[in-house]
């Protein structure tokens, strides 16, 4: 029903009880809603975005004082900083997995549509061939961790942070198995891309976490700990290496077309197409508002990791990255109005 039918209605007394008071609610919600939609917007920008981009923006105006080896910044983070912090999040959960089942096989299902997507408007759109794999993955692989879950705490509440855990750890996963697999180089077709991305600690550290967590094994504290400290410093070193990446690109520049097709797909097409399987699937209402919202989250800083260490589209990636992060509180905004008003 739409605001104007519903005070029609409501005018001409035609509805009673139950429509009534749906039809209200529904009048009082769109009529605040340019007010609830700024202080989202504000909040978003000030408590959430903002913070991204000044870790970004600090390692781009000190690399040209520090001179870091961007290749040192990006190994330390595969080999050492990552193992930590999959192993550390992924043994220390406690989530049921009654509740999460439906998420997680949601989150995969949306993974394994969107990279095929984003692969194939690159052939169609006849961009260089080595976008395809980084196109799908971009759109498919959202920042549900660092820029998602305070989005869903400010917009949905703490209840709802458990789904936003569910996708980082599942993100995370298939980013370093199915991601690191298209990603990495190697002769001999997938036998030697399985290879390549053997060498890094990565898919083994998953493999521990979920076997940990599955036989409910609690590491000694003289592991656990520092694992955790160092699981800790993921997130804002992998910002600040994103902005000292992006300083020492030498030819880092905006393309038109391939960084319009990912934006389309990361604020558009995903956060749509997640509606629509989230429906298919009957996932409760709730829920999938929570889902297509993290859909429409920024580009994940994982990703230029790994197209760094393996020398994959890192410019282009991570200029997608710099842009949805900015670009990111307008749409992210805009799906959370559109998820309450539906």
């Known amino acids: 029903m739409t605001r104007t039918r519903a005070r029609k209605l409501c005018s001409r007394g ?61 190994r330390v983070q595969v ?13 220390s959960g406690r989530q049921p997995l009654s509740v999460v089942w439906p998420v997680f096989y949601l989150g995969i299902v949306q993974f394994l549509f969107l990279i095929p997507i984003g692969w194939l408007l690159v052939i169609l759109f006849r961009m260089r061939r080595s976008l395809g794999p980084m196109m799908g993955l971009g759109a498919a692989y959202a920042n549900v961790g660092f820029f998602g879950i305070p989005v869903t705490q400010l917009a949905f509440g703490p209840e709802y942070l458990i789904y936003q855990s569910v996708l980082t750890a599942l993100m995370s996963i298939l980013v370093c198995t199915v991601g690191v697999a298209l990603l990495a180089p190697g002769g001999g077709g997938w036998l030697g891309k399985l290879r390549s991305a053997f060498e890094t600690p990565l898919i083994p550290s998953v493999a521990i976490g979920l076997a940990l967590r599955g036989l409910q094994v609690d590491l000694p504290a003289l592991i656990s700990q520092p694992m955790q400290f160092l699981g800790s410093i993921f997130t804002p070193l992998a910002l600040y290496t994103l902005g000292a990446q992006v300083a020492a690109a030498q030819n880092l520049r905006f393309e038109f077309g391939p960084q319009t097709l990912i934006l389309l797909l990361k604020f558009l097409i995903s956060p749509a197409l997640t509606w629509a399987l989230c429906i298919y699937m009957g996932l409760p209402g709730d829920v999938t508002d929570v ?52």
């Open 14 to 74: 035609k509805l009673r009880g139950t429509e009534l008071r749906d039809a209200c609610l529904r009048i009082a919600l769109c009529c605040g809603m340019s007010g609830v939609g700024m202080t989202i917007f504000t909040e978003i920008l000030t408590q959430v975005t903002l913070p991204i981009i000044t870790l970004v923006a600090l390692g781009y105006l000190l690399q040209g004082r520090l001179e870091l080896d961007i290749g040192t910044l990006n």
């Open 79 to 91: 080999y050492v900083v990552m193992p930590a912090f999959l192993i550390h999040f992924l043994s």
């Open 291 to 342: 889902i297509v919202v993290a859909a429409a989250t920024p580009v994940g800083v994982l990703i230029t990791i790994f197209a760094a260490e393996y020398k994959t589209e890192s410019e282009f990636i991570s200029t997608a990255v710099v842009i949805s992060t900015a670009l990111s509180p307008l749409f992210v905004t805009a799906w959370i109005l559109a998820t309450r008003l539906a």
